[in-house]
Antibody
Framework: QITLKESGPTLVKPTQTLTLTCTFS??????????VAWIRQPPGKALEWLAL???????RYSPSLKNRLTITKDPSKNQVVLTMTNMDPVDTATFFC?????????????WGQGTTVIVSS | SFVLTQAPSVSVAPGQTARITCGAN??????VHWYQQKPGQAPVLVVY???DRPSGIPERFSGSNSGNTATLTISRVEAGDEADYYC???????????FGTGTEVTVL
């Protein structure tokens, strides 16, 4: 059974860098085809995809945010880390991580519960 | 890149059929995935690859995709189907996931 759980600060100040960790179980991110994505959802708004990292360390980013995002993985710890620089109040959102073994064919099959981040001074 | 357009809301009586559409130019050439999200919860995949259902998803949920419109159909709607529904594609040209704008389904 695949599970994922997000963790990180609840409150960050404007201009700070946000670091979120996705800790997963039930699959290996060293196994061919596996990938983990990050998605965010501002309060009352739609889902927005942020980044994706593949088993082979290939990475993809949302074009609109790519200059602010970095995604990395530590397969030995079963973790994926997302950093987002220069946080602004409009970045207040719930952040989810999710698993896929083929984004084109299978979508995001399992999601974490999400973690809420508030950006405020 | 893809822009996926969904109607903001759909209302349906219990026992009836709800159809939720997702529009984009030539979306029929892409594999479309659908997610159900209830208030305060994470999204759940209900249809992938246009029309396949993950294990545990009722047969009442079905999908289709052709031309410029993909459709999620919920048959015999129940009160527990009340949620937001999002379509999604992997835009292989831009190498990115794209989500639709979301549809709120209300069961009358």
């Amino acid at each position: 059974q695949i599970t994922l759980k997000e963790s990180g600060p609840t409150l960050v100040k404007p201009t700070q860098t946000l670091t979120l960790t996705c800790t997963f179980s039930g699959f290996s991110l060293s196994a061919r085809g596996m990938a983990v994505a990050w998605i965010r959802q501002p309060p009352g708004k739609a889902l927005e995809w942020l980044a994706l990292i593949y088993w082979d360390d290939d990475k993809r980013y949302s074009p609109s945010l790519k200059n602010r995002l970095t995604i990395t993985k530590d397969p030995s710890k079963n973790q994926v880390v997302l950093t987002m620089t220069n946080m602004d109040p409009v970045d207040t959102a719930t952040f989810f991580c999710a698993h896929t073994d083929n984004p084109t064919v299978h979508g995001l099959g399992v999601w974490g519960q999400g973690t809420t981040v508030i950006v405020s001074s | 890149s893809f822009v996926l357009t969904q109607a903001p809301s759909v209302s349906v009586a219990p026992g009836q059929t709800a159809r939720i559409t997702c529009g984009a130019n030539n979306i029929g050439s892409q594999g479309v995935h659908w997610y159900q999200q209830k208030p305060g919860q994470a999204p759940v995949l209900v249809v992938y690859g246009d029309s396949d259902r993950p294990s545990g998803i009722p047969e009442r949920f079905s999908g289709s995709n052709s031309g410029n419109t993909a459709t999620l159909t919920i048959s015999r709607v129940e009160a527990g189907d009340e949620a937001d529904y999002y379509c999604q594609v992997w835009d292989s040209n831009a190498d990115q996931f794209v989500f639709g704008t979301g549809t709120e389904v209300t069961v009358l």
